[in-house]
């Protein structure tokens, strides 16, 4: 798996960004991938060291359409929280690759 293909894009809600300042940050990424992969890409990444790595898994939902005969599916996505050594700050939306 290349390092970062997994990545959909960083969470930006106002409890992710407020756990911004103590080193934590969330994204989604796709199903396949494990937390060492998640490590080893994210230390490349962002040039940080990365302490922690949770994983939160959302289930499929379906949802009803405008005339409630049709159903919607919204795929399942992995949801990770990303704890970083000596809470140094990250710009998520602009990686610098090593």
Do not use: C
Request: aromatic fraction near 8%; hydrophobic fraction near 35%; avoid cysteine.
């Amino acid at each position: 798996m290349n390092n970062f293909d997994f990545i959909i894009k960083p969470v930006i809600t106002e409890k992710a960004t407020g756990a911004e300042a103590k080193g934590k940050y969330q994204f989604f990424i796709r199903n396949r991938s494990t937390k060492v992969d998640i490590k080893k890409a994210f230390e490349k990444l962002y040039g940080v060291k990365v302490v922690k790595v949770n994983v939160i898994n959302t289930p499929e939902k379906n949802k009803l359409g405008k005339n409630r005969k049709q159903q919607i599916k919204k795929h399942s996505l992995k949801k990770i929280i990303i704890t970083t050594k000596g809470k140094k700050t990250i710009d998520v939306l602009k990686p610098k690759i090593k």
